[in-house]
């Protein structure tokens, strides 16, 4: 059983705006930090945004402050990621991403969605 289910991803000009979905199962969306994450071709995972469920700040990392806006539907155990203004160094493998209590840190995240391609061209 998948946990964590991305969707929304695609191809998109710079400048272009896609909404990222995940759908959480409950074990994993109640009173947890959920986050996003992205890994481009040769680089590293690096975290994008995470909030912690149960009414929790969000919190973005600095390349994607202002452009990106993490959200979450507690009835629906939906995580979304809206990102506006895309530039072509946003292309990257997106990933939701699940931990035990509130969010703190980018590490130890737990559980892990299989990722949606994000392709941004100039």
């Known amino acids: 059983q998948d946990l964590l289910v991305e969707s929304g991803g695609g191809s998109v000009q710079a400048g272009g705006s896609l909404r990222l979905s995940c759908a959480a199962s409950?074990?994993?969306?109640?009173?947890?930090?959920l986050g996003w994450f992205r890994q481009a071709p040769g680089k590293e995972r690096e975290g994008v945004a995470y909030?912690?469920?149960?009414?929790?700040?969000?919190y973005y990392a600095s390349s994607v402050k202002g452009r990106f806006t993490i959200s979450q539907d507690n009835a629906k155990n939906m995580l979304y990621l809206e990102m506006e203004n895309l530039e072509p160094e946003d292309t990257a493998v997106y990933f939701c991403?699940?931990?035990?209590?509130?969010?703190?840190?980018?590490?130890?995240?737990?559980?892990w969605g299989q990722g949606t391609q994000v392709t941004v061209s100039s």
């Open positions: 909030i912690y469920t149960n009414r929790g700040t969000p």
């Open positions: 991403a699940a931990k035990y209590g509130r969010c703190r840190t980018w590490g130890d995240f737990t559980y």
């Open positions: 409950e074990y994993v969306y109640d009173r947890n930090c």
